[in-house]
Nanobody
Framework: QVQLVESGGGLVQAGGSLRLSCAAS????????MGWYRQAPGKQRELVAA???????NYADSVKGRFTISRDNAKNTVYLQMNSLKPEDTAVYYC????????????????WGQGTQLTVSS
């Protein structure tokens, strides 16, 4: 199994910054894409940012220019630097990794963290 552990959420004022971290561990065979999703109350989970092992990145339009995703492949860790935060960024942020583990190395799965709450006050 692969476990994802997130850290860095909390309460911040509008205009502030925060960085989320997510470390993958366990019987990792391969990880390709790592990214962040978020889910606000009453809304569907949505992609915030993702990064492939080759370095390609993808961002939601609502966070472009404010959020930056980065990763340390050697540590199987992904970060999300969030600047110029807005109240509408308030949500539970989930780390996601797409890859496989040693028990079934050819089966590509989506792994999820437990989520970390970000609250942006106005």
């Amino acid at each position: 199994q692969v476990q994802l552990v997130e850290s860095g959420g909390g309460l911040v004022q509008a205009g502030g910054s925060l960085r989320l971290s997510c470390a993958a561990s366990g019987s990792i065979f391969s990880i390709n894409t790592m990214g962040w999703y978020r889910q606000a109350p009453g809304k569907q989970r949505e992609l915030v940012a993702a990064s492939t092992i080759g370095g390609s990145t993808n961002y939601a339009d609502s966070v472009k220019g404010r959020f930056t995703i980065s990763r340390d492949n050697a540590k199987n860790t992904v970060y999300l630097q969030m600047n110029s935060l807005k109240p509408e960024d308030t949500a539970v942020y989930y780390c996601n990794a797409r890859g496989s583990d040693y028990s079934t190395p050819r089966l590509i799965r989506n792994y999820w963290g437990q989520g970390t709450q970000l609250t942006v006050s106005s």
